[in-house]
């Protein structure tokens, strides 16, 4: 199996062009990315394999921006072993040793070293792991050598600072080097980085994720992470499994989606093999793809549950 097609996939955002790249694929057992959800009902979604595993993409964002290249999220890198990869169903390599992101910048005749900010929404090996490389000679060294990198204060805290329920998830070598190279920066809270591009906290997750908006020229898309994975993942209390405050996402989400509703957002999901982007659209009982409701449906804010409540589980 290789990466979920198309690699790249782009768009204009109003002055803006953005690039989605697919940096690999990933299975991970299905009753942890749905958490409470009964199986009857997330199969109808996405369907397992005979392990239990729902196939998962990890995509990227790159942002032509005027002030240079951003990039949201890096994938999961090429450091980790065979044995890992089995674990994490992982499957990103790419051309010369480097992995599937680094082809897709290539397809759009890009290089790692015209990147000048990298956007971490949180530092998990599956979204932070692109952000150093194992060289030929085992070292390694920034991935994108010109770039500055961006994550939430808290966030690297947690991630140095790890218990038996997170240690797995967070991997120095992702983050560490460049710790001590000194091309972190750390933000609090919701900043505009660049003109137009805003660290938006959304935590649950972990406690200090973050997701990223883009606004131009009236035209917004929010990178998500993990808030919500994948398109599946939209009705309120669809939450993985992996989330450290499950509660917390949940209240991210509820007003996260109806501000997307309001405002006519475009929705960037990182998780999802096949969806790269769409808008909401709300149908009285839960949301979901605009594609696939029509934006003829019930306001948010208008009469109906919100909920998508699911089964209860004893």
């Known amino acids: 199996m290789t990466a979920p097609t198309p690699l790249v996939e782009t768009r204009r955002l109003g002055r803006l062009t953005i690039h989605a790249i697919q940096a690999g694929g990933q299975r991970l057992d299905g009753g942890a990315m749905f958490g409470v959800v009964p199986k009857p009902l997330w199969e109808r979604r996405i369907a397992p394999d005979e392990r239990n595993r729902i196939q998962l993409g990890m995509r990227c964002l790159v942002i032509e921006h005027p002030q240079g290249l951003v990039l949201i999220d890096t994938g999961a890198g090429n450091k980790e072993d065979a044995k890992f990869h089995e674990i994490y169903g992982v499957e990103n390599a790419g051309a010369n040793g480097r992995t599937l992101l680094e082809d897709g910048l290539t397809q759009l005749g890009m290089r790692p070293e015209d ?5 971490n929404t949180h530092l998990h090996f599956d979204h932070a792991g692109g952000n150093t490389y194992r060289d030929e000679s085992g070292a390694v ?3 994108f050598p010109s770039a500055r990198y961006v994550v939430q ?6 991630a140095t600072k790890t218990n038996e329920r997170t240690a797995a998830s967070y991997l120095a070598p992702n983050f560490q080097p460049l710790v001590d190279a000194g091309v972190i920066d750390e933000v609090v809270g919701e900043v505009e980085l660049l003109p137009g591009i805003v660290t938006l906290p959304t935590p649950g997750h972990t406690p200090f994720h973050q997701s990223v908006l883009i606004e131009s020229d009236g035209e917004v898309a929010c990178f998500l992470g993990d808030v919500c994975p994948t398109a599946a993942h939209l009705p ?3 939450i993985m ?3 450290v405050e499950p509660l917390v996402t949940l209240e991210s989400k509820r007003w996260l989606l109806r501000r997307a509703r309001e405002e006519g957002w475009l929705l960037v ?3 999802d093999a096949n969806v790269a982007w769409d808008r909401v659209a709300h149908d009285g009982k839960a949301y979901g ?4 409701l029509g934006d003829k449906v019930k306001h948010p804010s208008g009469a109906g549950p919100e909920t998508g409540r699911v089964q209860p589980v004893i």
């Open 115 to 119: 990147v000048g900010l990298v956007v």
């Open 141 to 143: 060294r920034p991935s």
């Open 153 to 158: 204060n808290g966030e690297l805290h947690y």
């Open 236 to 238: 309120l209390p669809w």
């Open 241 to 243: 499994g992996y989330d």
């Open 269 to 271: 999901f990182e998780h």
């Open 289 to 292: 793809l605009v594609s696939v």
